[in-house]
């Protein structure tokens, strides 16, 4: 390998020391705006999220951005002050977001399990019947349980779930037809 010529290497060295000389004063000057800045910055993530750990890790995480998008300085930014609360309002908002949806997705409920004595006292046949009547519409096991285990009449049923006697007929049919076909039956 052949040595580079001199006024190069002192060209190269010269970049070097500048472009650290350069990236020393606006790293003080975001680090000075971190020490000033920091604890009003986290009041206000507090009273937006009302929570101290994810206040501070949002703004970290706002810090840490503007130091990787300016750390060449600061002339880039006519307000600092003003960047940094509408970057934190901003982290706030989506904190709050995605806390929201969050709150909003239900995991599916697990099946509750039948007691043991349930499980010694059914035959097999009834539970049968009992898995056909689950994988029937709410409406149609309202109608078959209030008719055929409660002995409740159509006019009763109609009253009770506030429906016409028609629909309690065509439900129950529906219902039947169903259940028959599950279970094998004709």
Known sequence: MLPLPT?????????????????????SAIDELY?????PLVRLAVLMVDDLPTAEDIVQDVFTRFYRRHRAGLDAVSDANAYLVSAV??????????????????????????AAEDEALLGAGDREVIQALGRLTTRQ??????????????????????????????TAHRALTLLRAQLGEK
Request: cysteine-free.
């Open 7 to 27: 006024p190069l290497l002192r060209w190269l060295r010269g970049t070097a020391l500048g472009s650290a000389a350069t990236a020393a004063p606006a790293a």
């Open 35 to 39: 020490r000033e800045r920091r604890l």
């Open 89 to 114: 309002m901003n982290a706030a908002r989506s904190v709050l977001r995605r806390r929201r949806i969050a709150r909003a997705y239900l995991p599916p409920r697990p099946d509750p399990a039948p």
């Open 141 to 170: 096991r309202q109608v078959i349980v209030l008719r055929y285990w409660s002995g409740l009449s159509e006019r009763e049923i109609a009253d009770a779930l506030r429906i016409t006697t028609g629909t309690v007929k065509s």
